[in-house]
């Protein structure tokens, strides 16, 4: 008789295995050298596979960059659940600390990937890069931290999404370029788009 076969074992968990693999590779190798440089070539052999098994997960070079774009931002936004999950509901000020820590933490993690795509000449992926995180950011805070705060105090903003991925876009602009800013002056620009003064 023949033993169960583990759902690791299905063609779906190994395809997505191999997926994830594809992008991993091709993480890494635009680090390494930038993605206009790389070559599915590049990316097949140091996964171990052929081109044309590369074609079975992804159609071209620009699918597998919004692949890695993807896995990049879903890195920020379990970083994000996590701060969710255990700050004190509540307490605002501090609250506001932790945001500007976590932002400034973040921008400085994905920096080398950002300033590899701007020095390779990827300026048009690195802007699809900040306009996707900074959506997924602001959907992110809206539909959990935002809501929370909605229902205790109302809400100081209207277009809450619009509003928080302009302070995103501008905050991630801001500390690239002055990347020693003191975080009190990041809190009180946020406190102030926010209209969070009166809350503190």
Avoid at 8 to 32: H, K, N, Y
Avoid at 70 to 94: C, F, H, M, T, Y
Avoid at 139 to 145: F, H, I, K, P, Q
Wanted: charged residues 25%.
């Amino acid at each position: 008789m023949m033993g169960k076969r583990r759902d690791s074992d299905s063609p779906i968990a190994i395809g997505d295995a191999r997926r994830a693999q594809i992008v991993q590779a091709t993480r890494e190798i635009c680090l390494e050298k930038g993605f206009s440089k790389i070559t599915i070539s590049d990316i097949a052999e140091r996964v171990g596979m052929t081109r044309s098994l590369f074609y079975h997960y992804f159609q071209n070079k620009d699918q597998v960059a919004d692949a890695v774009l993807d896995a990049v931002i879903d890195e920020v936004i379990s970083q994000l659940r996590e701060w969710n999950a255990n700050r004190e509901p509540g307490n605002i000020s501090k609250a506001l600390d932790d945001m500007v820590r976590l932002t400034k933490s973040l921008i400085a993690d994905e920096g080398p990937f950002s300033q590899r795509m701007i020095t390779s000449g990827n300026a048009g992926l690195y802007l699809r890069f900040i306009d996707r995180t900074a959506d997924s950011i602001a959907e992110y805070l809206c539909g959990s931290t935002v809501r929370e705060f909605k229902k205790l105090h109302g809400m100081p903003i209207v277009n809450e999404h619009e509003t928080f991925y302009t302070l995103i876009v501008g905050l991630i602009s801001l500390i690239r370029l002055h990347p020693d800013i003191e975080d009190g002056v990041i809190r009180q620009i946020v406190a102030q788009t926010l209209h969070l003064n009166e809350y503190l």
